[in-house]
């Protein structure tokens, strides 16, 4: 399988070539080469380790949106059984940055809403580049709402730059759509359960990141503005997007440590990008088990605490 690489990745890619240039010359021959190989598999394991680890801000950036990064749709099968698609927001289209329906995950009925971004140039196109317009988040409104009416948990995938900020957007109510799933979400009347698997940018990620539990996986972004977008805005040039990301502290460790997500979804060593079916199972268990405890809780309790949850967000303590 042919994979892509970040410029900071090089290294590993350079060792893994020569990897299997090797294996493959052991092949083709009679010299045992095997020893050799299985150095340089060593040396590469610690230089994945240590690149991923030592990876900064604007590095993780990248990361978040890695190329080969899996997105909603790719984690669909992996995760859930018996996926039934609904479209349209029964008003005006059916918006395909945001995908949903209805699912099995571990034997349990959950509604599923998250971001597609699309691979290629045609679906990107197609599915705006997960930036949805306000259809979108009302269909996902519709949604929960439906969960809700057949006692259906919710699960959310978030993986998006933002909101599509167009001219057609704002004509349709992008502020008020999104505003209107905050407030519903926030009294939604099952367990809603939040996780990022991309980026998360602004209110695009906000209208469908409102729950019980707020997860980002190991390598993801979440922040209110991209690194690009605030350094075109504070540095009026792009290319001081390292220093924004520095400023924002927008990884999983920095919410983390500030206590804005309940924890963090590990991935596998050389991240989601290269092993998607591990990552996929080390997500299904962390949903899991929040999932089966939030069901225990009664309703009344349950909202009680996702206010508590909320109202506490941002809370600064200066001692």
Known sequence: MAYSYLEFERPIAELTEKIDELSQMGADSEVNIADEVERLRKKRDKLVEQTYSKADRGQMAQLSRHPDRPNFLDYV???FDDFQELHGDRAFADDGAIVGGIAKFRELSVMIVGHQKGRNTK???KRNFGMARPEGYRKALRLFKLAERFDMPVLTFIDTAGAWPGIDAEERGQSEAIARNLMDLAVLKVPVICTVIG????????AIGVGDR?????????SVISPEGCAAILWRDRKFADEAAEALKPTAKDLETLNLIDAIIPEPAEGAHRNPEAAAEMMADVLDKALRELLKTPVEKLLEAREARLRQLGVFNGE
């Open 199 to 206: 980026e998360g940018g602004s209110g695009g990620a906000l």
């Open 77 to 79: 099968p992996m995760l």
């Open 214 to 222: 707020l997860f980002m996986q190991q390598l993801t972004i979440y």
């Open 123 to 125: 679906e990107k196109l």
